[in-house]
């Protein structure tokens, strides 16, 4: 018999971690999992899926608008914030039933408490006041909302609390330029409430390629969001007429909701990891090794924990590999090279790969760009581009990154992301017969470099 109570002992119940515990347990792991809030983690309870519900809803203000161009007749319409709130409810609670339902079709012990590490091999159980051992810990407990201190800033929520605002606010103000931000102020434009988006720098949307950023801040501008960039906030004051917030050029701003989303910082706070010797980065992320593996032989980290690349799909990737590696004798490096990833902007973005200004670092490059209005706008005369770029290696011709700016683009790079990923060359993308009419066909149809 084991002289440990589990095989693997996971902590937090999001995506890396439901499937580090499952694909373990089906391997023949004695497993249990703890979570403290709901499974399903950041990305089903409180991100990812709600995120992605609200900007389809914020979607159809435009689409009745759109629809006149193509003959309708749109009689009047309304919204009704608290509806979309309890619909969104109904289907998260559904998906977190899968979770567990899965993870009890595995085998895994579910247990809904905080734990905490006692040491290399104990894990303490907060609600029950009791600890458990096991052979392996793996630590799977995410990031967590970053606001700065300042006077007021309890009046302010994040990312955790939009999703149950009991009521629709007015006039919204949401502080940051990273892709959350710029995503929620997208969907409450769309929703109806008047937005503005505070940025302490000059462009959104930070990492991403620097044409790709400003087409997208443009095309949000004439939606209707305001920006304010070189601008931070100093403090909130609640008052009768709901919140005032004063900025650092001295102008102030009334709002019914400010939203921070100035960033998220690993989950490690009172967690025990120091007391297990776990080595944790400036940021309070569990440092790990290729395969995973803390300093601490019996403790793995997978997911936004680590602070390695924040997607829920490489969270997943993490976690199989954890499994396969240390349940199934298959050692297995998870691997972050080539993402796609897709931010739902309005317009939304699709990219795989290195921006021009990344790729320029290392590469003599030639640059395709095309900046069209897409067919679907030509009669409903909305004024809104697409944008698609490629990145191309001068010498070998290697497609080194995709970007795609407008509708669709999310569905798009992820076809563009097996290209690029295999190794395709600019020859390879111009011997594709396009599609047509469609948007994408200007992937494969772009002749001539633009610089």
């Known amino acids: 018999m084991s002289a440990f109570d589990y095989d693997l002992f996971v902590i937090g119940g999001g995506s890396g971690g439901v499937r580090a515990a499952r694909i373990s347990a089906n391997y023949g792991a004695k497993v249990a999992i703890a979570e403290?809030?709901?499974?399903?983690?950041?990305?089903?309870?409180?991100?990812?899926?709600?995120?992605?519900?609200?900007?389809?809803?914020?979607?159809?203000?435009?689409?009745?608008?759109?629809?006149?161009?193509?003959?309708?007749?749109?009689?009047?319409?309304?919204?009704?914030?608290?509806?979309?709130?309890?619909?969104?409810?109904?289907?998260?609670?559904?998906?977190?039933?899968?979770?567990?339902?899965?993870?009890?079709?595995?085998?895994?012990?579910?247990?809904?408490?905080?734990?905490?590490?006692?040491?290399?091999?104990?894990?303490?159980?907060?609600?029950?006041?009791?600890?458990?051992?096991?052979?392996?810990?793996?630590?799977?407990?995410?990031?967590?909302?970053?606001?700065?201190?300042?006077?007021?800033?309890?009046?302010?929520?994040?990312?955790?609390?939009?999703?149950?605002?009991?009521?629709?606010?007015?006039?919204?103000?949401?502080?940051?330029?990273?892709?959350?931000?710029?995503?929620?102020?997208?969907?409450?434009?769309?929703?109806?409430?008047?937005?503005t988006q505070v940025y302490r720098k000059d462009m959104i949307l930070r990492g991403f390629d620097g044409e790709m950023r400003e087409h997208v801040a443009a095309e949000m501008a004439k939606k209707g969001v305001a920006f304010k960039f070189n601008t931070d906030v100093t403090r909130i004051d609640k008052t009768d007429a709901g919140l005032v917030v004063t900025l650092t050029d001295g102008s102030t701003q009334e709002a019914d909701l400010v939203m921070f989303a100035t960033g998220r910082i690993p989950n490690t706070a009172r967690m025990g990891l120091e007391n297990a010797g776990v080595a944790l980065g400036k940021k309070g992320e569990v440092i790990v090794d290729a395969w995973s593996q803390t300093n601490i032989p019996s403790i793995y980290a997978v997911g936004d924990v680590t602070d390695r690349m924040a997607l829920t799909p490489v969270a997943i990737r993490e976690g199989q590999a954890f499994a396969e590696t240390v349940f199934n004798s298959n050692p297995t490096k998870p691997d972050h090279e080539l993402v796609a990833t897709a931010v739902f902007t309005q317009p939304e973005i699709g990219t795989v790969g290195l921006g021009e200004e990344q790729a320029r670092e290392d590469h003599e490059l030639d640059v395709y760009?095309?900046?069209?209005?897409?067919?679907?706008?030509?009669?409903?005369?909305?004024?809104?581009?697409?944008?698609?770029?490629?990145?191309?290696?001068?010498?070998?011709?290697?497609?080194?990154?995709?970007?795609?700016?407008?509708?669709?683009?999310?569905?798009?790079?992820?076809?563009?992301?097996?290209?690029?990923?295999?190794?395709?060359?600019?020859?390879?993308?111009?011997?594709?017969?396009?599609?047509?009419?469609?948007?994408?066909?200007?992937?494969?149809?772009?002749?001539?470099?633009?610089r």
Request: proline share 4%; with cysteine; charged share 20%.
């Open 36 to 195: 403290e809030y709901r499974y399903g983690g950041t990305c089903v309870i409180r991100g990812c899926v709600p995120k992605k519900l609200m900007v389809y809803a914020s979607s159809f203000s435009e689409a009745f608008e759109d629809a006149e161009g193509f003959g309708w007749t749109v009689g009047e319409s309304s919204f009704d914030w608290a509806k979309l709130i309890a619909n969104k409810d109904v289907e998260i609670d559904r998906l977190e039933g899968i979770y567990a339902k899965n993870l009890n079709g595995a085998g895994v012990e579910v247990l809904r408490t905080r734990a905490e590490v006692v040491d290399p091999h104990t894990v303490r159980l907060v609600a029950e006041n009791r600890t458990v051992t096991a052979k392996h810990i793996l630590i799977a407990t995410g990031g967590t909302p970053f606001v700065p201190d300042f006077p007021g800033r309890e009046h302010a929520i994040t990312s955790n609390e939009i999703f149950h605002v009991p009521e629709h606010p007015k006039r919204a103000m949401i502080v940051g330029g990273g892709y959350i931000a710029s995503e929620f102020a997208g969907i409450l434009n769309g929703l109806g409430s008047g937005v």
């Open 369 to 450: 760009v095309s900046t069209f209005r897409a067919m679907m706008h030509t009669i409903s005369g909305r004024d809104e581009k697409m944008l698609m770029k490629m990145i191309v290696e001068k010498s070998s011709q290697k497609v080194l990154g995709v970007h795609i700016v407008g509708h669709g683009a999310g569905e798009m790079i992820q076809m563009a992301a097996i290209a690029v990923k295999m190794g395709a060359t600019k020859a390879d993308f111009d011997r594709t017969v396009a599609v047509h009419p469609t948007a994408s066909e200007e992937l494969v149809t772009m002749k001539t470099p633009t």
